[in-house]
T-cell receptor
Framework: GAGVSQSPSNKVTEKGKDVELRCDPI?????LYWYRQSLGQGLEFLIY????????KSGLPSDRFSAERTGGSVSTLTIQRTQQEDSAVYLC??????????????FGPGTRLTVT | QKEVEQNSGPLSVPEGAIASLNCTYS??????FFWYRQYSGKSPELIMS????GDKEDGRFTAQLNKASQYVSLLIRDSQPSDSATYLC???????????FGQGTILTVHP
């Protein structure tokens, strides 16, 4: 079946502009996660949605970052007033959630964000 | 102490050899353990999951878990050049929801 999809695959923006990144999880997956990976760095957790529960926003680096998930499916990560340090690959993952193998997270191809 | 520690490598092995990748973690409440492979410029790909102490084999891959020692490893038998990638260890605790990744071990398999 279809995997996690993300758009755009690449985004170049000027410092100070707002950007929106989209994630479409695997059909039927109730949990959705955003991570980012800066050049040469590890994967950093940003935010986690599980069903209709309030999202875990503990990883968002500043209040310029926000995310929403509409209808329990598609998610949008918004970065306002982008800064150069926001340049990274933004990765979305989804999982069934609920114990055992259903916690396995599957990643999308990522969006490479470059802030100039 | 880092939450998840991996030898960053690079680990270089000849084709056909066994590659051994190690990971230690600090959260004793971790319940599930995942190994991801990440090729340069690509996103992480799940290759192994392990939940109980002991070994789990899947093809050329064997994951080993020792919760008492807070240690998990991945063995790759008959290593191939196509196995050259960064391998990420990720313990998971259901109540946290998120994965915590190590920095990854760079593996190079040379012909």
């Amino acid at each position: 079946g279809a995997g996690v999809s993300q758009s755009p695959s690449n985004k170049v923006t000027e410092k100070g502009k707002d950007v929106e990144l989209r994630c479409d999880p695997i059909s039927g997956h109730t949990a959705l996660y955003w991570y980012r990976q800066s050049l040469g760095q590890g994967l950093e957790f940003l935010i986690y949605f599980q069903g209709n529960s309030a999202p875990d926003k503990s990883g968002l680096p500043s209040d310029r970052f926000s995310a929403e998930r509409t209808g329990g499916s598609v998610s949008t990560l918004t970065i306002q007033r982008t800064q150069q340090e926001d340049s990274a690959v933004y990765l979305c993952a989804s999982s069934l959630a609920g114990g055992g193998i259903s916690y396995e997270q599957y990643f999308g191809p990522g969006t490479r964000l470059t802030v100039t | 102490q880092k939450e998840v520690e991996q030898n960053s490598g690079p680990l270089s092995v000849p084709e056909g050899a066994i590659a051994s990748l190690n990971c230690t973690y600090s959260d004793r409440g971790s319940q599930s353990f995942f190994w991801y492979r990440q090729y340069s410029g690509k996103s992480p790909e799940l290759i192994m999951s392990i939940y109980s102490n002991g070994d789990k084999e899947d093809g050329r891959f064997t994951a080993q878990l020792n919760k008492a020692s807070q240690y998990v490893s991945l063995l790759i038998r008959d290593s191939q050049p196509s196995d050259s990638a960064t391998y990420l260890c990720a313990p998971f605790r259901a109540s946290y929801g998120k994965l915590t990744f190590g920095q990854g071990t760079i593996l190079t398999v040379h012909p």
